[in-house]
């Protein structure tokens, strides 16, 4: 027996416990996951499935504790977009003590944050992320069994509020009123069901889908998270490229009108939700550099301060749209190339 057949031990016990199991000679083969979860690829003769199970401590640095029935939020997530949506995530087949069972994708498709950072950067992608986040958040908005099953402000407030916002703001002393007024704000907001995670590392391309993963996160509450996660996301990835331009610019525009078209606010909601969504992007740029989960593509430190600087400079100003936002910064990233923050090739 292999040394990683005898690593995923625990988990064919565990399932051959609940019955999960038809074959005595199943395998679980650890796969690629993300720093809160264990994922595992269960071959059970001529059937196979994927099994993720929660971590109660995050692989990162920093401490970073969190409910493992975090597990079940992300399960009903995907139940309740499968509904809608049976396209654009995983079946999802059943679920145990801190673990769930989902459909195997197979062969065909890659990451989109792999994507992205090799430089394909194609602007009907970021279209489609944004049409789908429109239609789940119109669809969940004002639903009562949502708002019931996913009332996940405590899980919220561990894996993103007090990660991100939280301690960001107690490393920039001078900012901290704006982290913890967004943190307030954010926790009292009850307007759809929120993924939490919405970003490239967590969507597959491939065989006519875009696939989404990774929605333990998952909160009824304000969609402006979701957009402002996705559209950081993509920011972050021009500046990993700069001075080289991929791209990047029309695939936030296109994130946007992708995400209004299928929300369907009017024109008043739509302007007041843009605007808050503009006030929290700048928090999440910072709290990529400086918090508990920092991107790991950005490791120079000149990268870090540009965006440190940005940060600084925006957050003042009132009444900035998304619009207004993305074209500063690009036109930050568009500078000399000696007052550009260094690429670090390692």
């Not at 994130?255 to 503009?278: I, M």
């Not at 990268?303 to 207004?324: H, I, M, N």
């Not at 936002?325 to 260094?342: D, G, M, T, V």
Request: glycine share 8%; aromatic share 8%; charged share 25%.
């Amino acid at each position: 027996m292999s040394e990683r057949d005898r690593n995923s031990l625990p988990i064919l016990k565990l399932l051959h416990a609940d019955g999960r199991l038809h074959s005595e000679y199943a395998r679980a083969v650890p796969l690629t996951g993300g720093v809160s979860s264990d994922v595992f690829l269960v071959e059970d003769g001529d059937r196979q499935f994927v099994v993720k199970q929660a971590l109660s401590k995050l692989k990162v640095q920093d401490l970073w504790e969190a409910d493992v029935s975090r597990n079940r939020t992300e399960f009903e997530y995907l139940n309740f977009v499968g509904r809608i949506l049976p396209q654009a995530v995983p079946k999802v087949f059943a679920a145990g003590d801190g673990y769930f069972t989902m459909e195997y994708l197979g062969e065909g498709f890659v990451n989109w944050k792999q994507m992205l950072l090799a430089g394909q950067c194609n602007p009907d992608d970021a279209a489609q992320a944004g049409r789908t986040l429109g239609i789940i958040h119109r669809v969940s908005s004002g639903d009562a069994e949502a708002a019931r099953i996913f009332d996940t402000t405590e899980n919220f407030h561990q894996l993103r509020t007090d990660p991100y916002l939280v301690t960001t703001g107690r490393r920039h002393p001078e900012l901290r009123g704006y982290f913890e007024r967004e943190t307030v704000r954010l926790e009292s907001t009850r307007e759809c069901l929120v993924h939490g995670d919405y970003s490239p590392k967590n969507i597959l391309i491939g065989n006519g889908r875009q696939v989404i993963l990774d929605c333990e996160v998952a909160w009824y509450g304000d969609p402006a998270f979701d957009l402002g996660f996705l559209l950081n996301h993509l920011l972050l990835k021009s500046l990993h490229h700069a001075p080289q331009d991929v791209g990047l610019q029309e695939m936030v525009e296109q994130a946007v009108n992708g995400y209004y078209a299928e929300r369907r606010l009017p024109r008043d909601k739509q302007s007041s939700f843009d605007h808050r969504t503009a006030g929290l992007l700048p928090l999440l740029l910072l709290a990529r550099i400086d918090g508990k989960s920092p991107a790991e593509y950005l490791r120079g430190e000149r990268e870090k301060d540009f965006v440190r600087g940005f940060v600084t400079s925006v957050l003042p100003l009132a009444d900035l749209t998304l619009a207004e936002l993305s074209k500063r910064w690009f036109a930050a990233l568009n500078q000399p190339i000696q007052e550009h923050p260094e690429r670090d090739e390692n």
